[in-house]
């Protein structure tokens, strides 16, 4: 049985498989630089983001724009996932 990580309110992005999609719920407390980054990209609770790609980068789209984003970044994103 999966413990961490995974609930049914939400997940940590970094969980979702390639072509997953899912609302992202909450962003956890952060540093400012990082609030700042996800500030500029666009990324907020309500929107919908969905994995492009994982390796070599890992890639999301978020309405018709695609980011390339860092490990700081996705641990800091949870989202409840919905189906395809």
């Known amino acids: 049985m999966l413990t961490t990580g995974f609930s049914v309110q939400g997940t940590s ?17 952060i540093c400012d630089a990082t609030a700042q980054k996800l500030r500029k990209l ?3 609770p ?4 969905a994995i492009e790609q994982r ?22 994103i949870y989202v409840r996932i919905v189906g395809h």
Do not use: M, N, W, Y
Request: net charge positive.
């Open 55 to 76: 390796f070599p980068r890992f890639i999301v789209r978020v309405g018709r724009d695609c980011h390339a984003l860092d490990e700081t970044v996705i641990s800091a």
């Open 46 to 49: 309500g929107q919908t983001i």
């Open 42 to 44: 666009g990324l907020a």
């Open 13 to 29: 992005l970094k969980l979702l498989r390639s072509q997953e999609r899912g609302v992202i719920t909450r962003i956890s407390s």
